[in-house]
């Protein structure tokens, strides 16, 4: 497993942009693929976005298509969210993810290693 500590969040008008970084612990992260999750109060956990170990291989949930860039540096350990154009319903806690093995994954199961979040909020 990897420890994983997100940053990046905080309060922005509806319209605004935020990039989330999530930093990584331990000499494997290139092997893990990575994902970003997202939980508001009193919803469960949903997926946003993952990244294979590469970073050649991305995947969004529909929400957030097209206002959203996942991406990663290896050399720093460090996978990023992007959000453009956020919207008051993208207002959660984000988390970031570890799954042992390269290629990208949808389902939550698919995760080893979680952050412990970071609060986005987004106002109208």
């Known amino acids: 497993q990897v420890q994983l500590v997100e940053s990046g969040g905080g309060l922005v008008q509806a319209g605004g942009s935020l990039r989330l970084s999530c930093a990584a612990s331990?000499?494997?992260?290139?092997?893990?693929?990575m994902g970003w999750f997202r939980q508001a109060p009193g919803k469960e956990r949903e997926f946003v976005a993952t990244?294979?170990?590469?970073?050649?291989?991305?995947s969004y949930a529909d929400s957030v298509k097209g206002r959203f860039t996942i991406s990663r540096d290896n050399a720093k350990n460090t996978v990023y969210l992007k959000m453009n154009s956020l919207q008051p319903e993208d207002t959660a806690v984000y988390y970031c993810a570890a799954g042992s093995g390269r290629g990208i994954r949808w389902n939550i199961k698919g995760y080893d290693s979680w952050g412990q979040g970071t609060q986005v909020t987004v106002s109208s």
């Open positions: 331990g000499r494997t992260f290139g092997s893990y693929a």
């Open positions: 990244i294979s170990w590469s970073g050649v291989h991305t």
